[in-house]
């Protein structure tokens, strides 16, 4: 890739980064359409988020997406939000508009697109594990989907105590909220239609771990996601198949978010057959 003066640069802020395949997908669309841009991982240290969001102004950086832990913690930082990011209160994508800081969330349509990719459409319940900034996007967009009701299960019951209450303030749809053990997941599943995991329980290069080791209370017409994707099928979603149910990786997710980024910052329309298969073949199963 050639770097001219031309160049503009778009980022991703995390930390850690080490799991990321996000440079190698989007510079490859970079390539592979010619456009001046080339897109670099920060690593950014908790206490250094700060002067790095400052950065995107003083650097004149197009854009960054936020990944774990800054998900929520970046808003404060931001001048502006779009709507479905004001709503969840989740931010995964920083757009730099002459000096002023927009925040944007492309996590929820991404696991939208995913979902419809397979031929799924929500409704009913849905239970997911974890509550953090992905949770909440995925389950946002997921109450404007049709789904009638959630239920957060979460190591933290306070925090998913508080994302239970957001959903049900902002959507009007019933939720239910727990500690995130056997016990409580398998009561909760027993009428779940679709289950999703969205904690990086699982993630690489931790992918002997499951967020549930059993997963016989389940549905059998429930759909199961993961919205991890390095590995493309997690040990979660491994038991879930073993037991005849139809999985979902986070593959879709990770490359519609992606894409629905790159238009946003620069307005291209990516090719997302392309994009799917460079993160393919990058990812170590």
Do not use: W
Request: aromatic share 6%.
């Amino acid at each position: 890739m050639l770097i001219t003066a031309q160049t503009r640069v778009i980022g991703l802020y995390g930390y850690p980064l080490g799991h990321t395949l996000s440079p190698l997908m989007h510079n490859a669309v970079f390539h592979n359409m010619h456009l001046p841009y080339v897109y670099l991982p920060f690593e950014i240290c908790p206490h250094n988020l700060a002067s790095a969001v400052d950065a995107i102004k003083s650097l004149n950086i197009l854009g960054v997406n936020v990944t774990i832990p800054f998900k929520e913690e970046v808003i404060k930082y931001l001048d502006d939000l779009s709507a479905e990011a004001r709503a969840c209160k989740a931010v995964n994508l920083i757009k730099n508009e002459e000096g002023k800081l927009i925040g944007y969330n492309t996590d929820g349509e991404g696991f939208l697109s995913s979902l419809r990719e397979e031929g799924v459409n929500p409704a009913g319940k849905a239970l997911l594990i974890g509550a953090g900034g992905a949770a909440r996007a995925v389950s946002y967009a997921l109450a404007k989907a049709g789904v009638e009701e959630i239920c957060f299960l979460d190591l933290e019951a306070d925090r998913a105590e508080k994302l239970a209450a957001f959903i049900e303030e902002e959507t009007g749809i019933k939720a239910e909220a727990g500690v995130m053990n056997e016990n409580f997941f398998n009561e909760q599943a027993a009428d779940a239609g679709i289950i999703v995991n969205c904690s990086p329980a699982g993630m690489y290069p931790h992918i002997g771990v499951s967020p549930v080791e059993n997963l016989d209370s389940i549905l059998p017409e429930a759909v199961v996601c993961d919205i991890i994707y390095n590995p493309l099928k997690t040990l979660f979603l491994r038991k879930a198949e073993a037991n005849g149910h139809k999985i979902i990786n986070g593959l879709g997710m990770f490359v519609h978010q992606g894409a629905l980024s790159l238009k946003i910052l620069t307005g291209i329309d990516p090719p997302v057959k392309m994009m799917r298969e460079v993160v393919i073949s990058h990812i170590k199963e």
